[in-house]
């Protein structure tokens, strides 16, 4: 009989930029210590892989800690832990050049130093670019180092189902092998999940198809709250359609986001003057959130272009030159050009709002421990909290670096000061096969269709959670997906197979996006505010005697998620106003 | 033209290779009849087919947007990216799916690649220094210096060119094309020292000597790494290291 008990010290739960990086810190922190790493698709498929513009670190004369710590921390609406920032910013130099150092192919200035470029949202050129690939390359060169340290064991191609906790300590994790469909336990003294964010919630996004918050709903599941939920990203430019999304470098690069009439309409919003060149921390610059909002009120005024997929606005670049799209920006040309048969040297780009990231996440601290004993997070399924209410561009794949090694750092510590595991282990994992084999592998008789239930949540999600919400979206959106939960209890699986059986995954994912889902709406309907990303139409200010405090979902048998609050971490920013282009 | 065709077109015939070990050990070609929409590509079919049709075929995917390497198959017999691959090219049909050429089929369109990955790390596809990484700043690479590598560093892993190659179709312990490619990626990097120590794998039976120089990796590519150059060139830089390893000590005499 196959092997169905497999045992490390830290067991990394994804391997894309977060996880990789805590593998590669666990490993040089103490090399005796066993190292597991799963992920559902070889770790060069994860979505870090689609990250374009760049990561943010202080390393230029003219720029300061301080500076980048404030342009975050207002650029999230003062929701950011501001301890997290300031170690955040400290820390983000030197991992970006131990970065540097692993061979990742940074763009230079011609003397041979790193080149940083603007972004939006940054008062300073602070973001560092491998041209517009930056994800994929920090990705291969993280996965490609990882490859050195034999302490490292991988299991590519393996999903998890569900963590193992016994005696209130998270030891390990039941996962099926894709290929075979084994089911096995992989016991651990410690345990970071670094999966990924949940963009697949919606229906229109930037995110992979792998992007279904696994990780988020396993922590979730296991009793972790989940923090800031409400808080989605919407990227103003993605391309109509496919989502694909067009780089803010493109806009940092100088170029201009235009309405039907060919008028930069930004400067509508309060976002500051139009100038010919771009401007730090204006108009085209300003941050995601206000320029996505700004979208939905040009169109709402009639303002916008109509396409088959909806309304939308034109990005014009064509006044950049050959030169600078080509060397600056070649893979937004190259996406223009295989996906909407556009060549923006010389047309406009259609693009618009488009959901990107999840500033919520996992529950956990500046050393990137959950709640839960034994478990940490990392990256765009955690929340520690840096992002606050918006996530600047390029403090993301920042973030997977700073926090990826920390939470590493701390689990191995973690793990070396453990000794034995539960004598339960073995129990929880066979109720856990009964689990799957009762829900989906045995299942008979079911009759509704998976992208039917897919088909529906998105609809809620879209009509009811996006950019902005009210009382009554989210209300009808909750009963909706309470609704849509129940008819997911029958749901059909025509696959039998235990050979690469996808239906089954797809299957498995669903039931994670519709756990986050029901958070997302819970702790919207919860935050009566607007701040950052959660614009609430019933409510349009911010409110910092009720709100400067994070919401914490947690997850309860056969009802909806319990919201409660903690406050904010503030050390040297108070709330102010934020102010954009004036 | 793309006008015109979709009037012409209403629905495409896909024949795709179906193989499921659990019920059966010979591998078949179904048939679906899927409507035609001239925005999509291949893999917006194949979801179509998976959502509508049939739930039970398999297949890889992800990021729809060329970069992941998940989603590579042949179609109508050549390697391809599916997110990056347009069904108009195939009109009027039928278009003909199977997974990767040169490799085992696990299931479907699924195939084993974990070999690429053992031969990827034989190569050992990281920065190798003489010193301890002790240094406080970024070592300094000109922009030219990027460039001499810059082209290697750029591959996906997808695949593609290890099914379009002759010699991996007949000898499997062939590096293959993707692994020297990146070999190449650290050789030519200015912060690598670690030529040496690639070059024992690279100079061995499996090595590129087994490169016939067909160049059909390079073709098919999609993000123009050229893995063919990077194997010529390595050979010509090994050649030359051999006769160096020759002549110096006769030089030195």
Known sequence: MSQTSYECD???????????????????????????????????????????????????????LDDHAYDTISGGDWLCDQDAVEIFVRE????????????????????????????????????????????????????????????????????????????????????????????????????????GGAGKVFPFTTNANIKTGDGIALAYRAGVPLKDMEF?????????????????????????????????????????????KPVLRSMELGP????????????????????????????????????????????????????????????????????????????????????????FAAGECACVSINGANRLGSNSLTELLVFGARA??????????????????????????????????????????????????????????????????????QNDIVELKERFKHIKISDNSSTFNTELIATLELSCLLDIAESIIQSGLHRKESRGSHQRSDFAERDDSQYLSHSLAYKRENDIPEIKYKPVVITRWPPGERVYGR | MDDNLTIMAESITF?????????????????????????????????????????????RWSCRMGVCGSCGMMVNGKPVLTCATFLKKFLPGPIRIEPLENFPVIRDLVIEMSDFLDKLKSVKPWVIRDEQDLVEEEYVQTP????????????????????????????????????????????????????????????????????????????VCPENVDPAGAIQRYKVESASHWWKNLLLPWGKG
């Open chain 1, 408 to 477: 590493g750092e701390n689990a191995a510590k973690f793990a070396a000061n453990q000794n034995g595991l539960s004598s339960k282990l073995d129990a929880l994992y066979l109720d856990e096969v009964q689990r799957l084999n009762e829900q989906f592998l045995h299942k008979t008789g079911g009759t509704e269709n998976i992208a039917e239930i897919r088909k529906t949540m998105h609809k809620i999600m879209d009509e009811g959670a996006g950019i902005y919400r009210t009382n009554e979206s989210l209300i009808k959106s």
């Open chain 2, 15 to 59: 024949e795709v290779f179906r193989y499921k070990p659990d019920e059966s050990s010979e591998p078949s070609l179904q048939k679906y009849k899927i409507p035609w929409q001239k925005d999509w590509v291949i893999l917006d079919a194949l979801n179509y087919i998976k959502d509508n049709i049939d739930g039970t075929l398999s297949y």
């Open chain 2, 144 to 219: 030219d210096q990027l460039a001499d590598y810059k082209q290697y560093s750029m591959c996906i892993n997808c695949m593609l060119c290890y099914s379009a190659c002759p010699v991996v179709a007949l000898e499997p312990d062939f590096v293959g094309p993707a692994a020297i490619a990146l070999a190449q990626r650290y050789n030519m990097d200015n912060r690598d020292q670690g030529n040496k120590e690639r070059m024992e794998v690279l100079n061995a039976d499996t090595g590129i000597w087994n490169c016939t120089f067909v160049g059909d990796c390079s073709v």
């Open chain 1, 232 to 276: 989605v990203q919407y990227h103003p430019t993605g391309l109509p359609f496919t989502g694909i999304l067009i780089t803010e470098a493109s806009r940092a690069e100088g170029g201009y986001l235009l309405n039907k009439d060919g008028y930069r309409y930004l400067q509508d919003y309060d976002l500051g003057k139009p100038e010919p």
């Open chain 1, 92 to 195: 983000a130099p030197k991992e970006m050049i131990r970065l540097e150092h692993w061979g990742c192919p940074w763009s230079r200035q011609e003397d041979g130093k790193v080149a940083v470029r603007p972004f939006g949202g940054m008062k300073k050129q602070r973001t560092w670019y491998a041209a517009d690939k930056t994800g994929f390359h920090m990705l291969h060169a993280l996965f490609q180092t990882s490859m050195k340290y034999s302490s490292v064991q991988r299991y590519d191609e393996w999903f998890v189902t569900s963590l193992l906790v016994d005696e209130g300590r998270c030891q390990g994790a039941v996962a099926v092998e894709i290929a075979t469909g084994k089911i096995a336990a992989i016991k651990a003294r410690s345990v970071i999940i670094c999966s």
């Open chain 1, 288 to 375: 995601r959130d206000r320029l996505s909002q700004a979208f939905v009120k040009e169109a709402e005024k009639g303002r916008t272009l109509e396409g088959p997929y909806g309304n939308y606005v034109h990005l014009d670049l064509r006044h950049l030159g050959k030169k600078i799209i080509n060397e600056k920006i070649p893979f937004v040309r190259e996406l223009c050009m295989k996906y909407e048969n556009i060549d923006p040297i010389k047309e406009m780009i259609p693009v618009r709002p488009v959901v990107h990231y999840m500033m919520g996440g996992i529950d956990t601290d500046i050393n990137g421990a959950t709640p839960l004993s034994g478990l």
């Open chain 1, 10 to 64: 830290v067991l990394i739960i994804g391997a894309g930029g977060a996880g990789l990086r805590a593998a590669i810190s666990v490993a040089e922190k103490d090399p005796n210590l066993k190292i597991g790493v799963i992920s559902k698709v070889y770790p060069m498929r994860s979505h870090t892989v689609s990250a374009e513009g760049g990561a943010a670190a202080v390393i230029k004369d003219n720029d300061s």
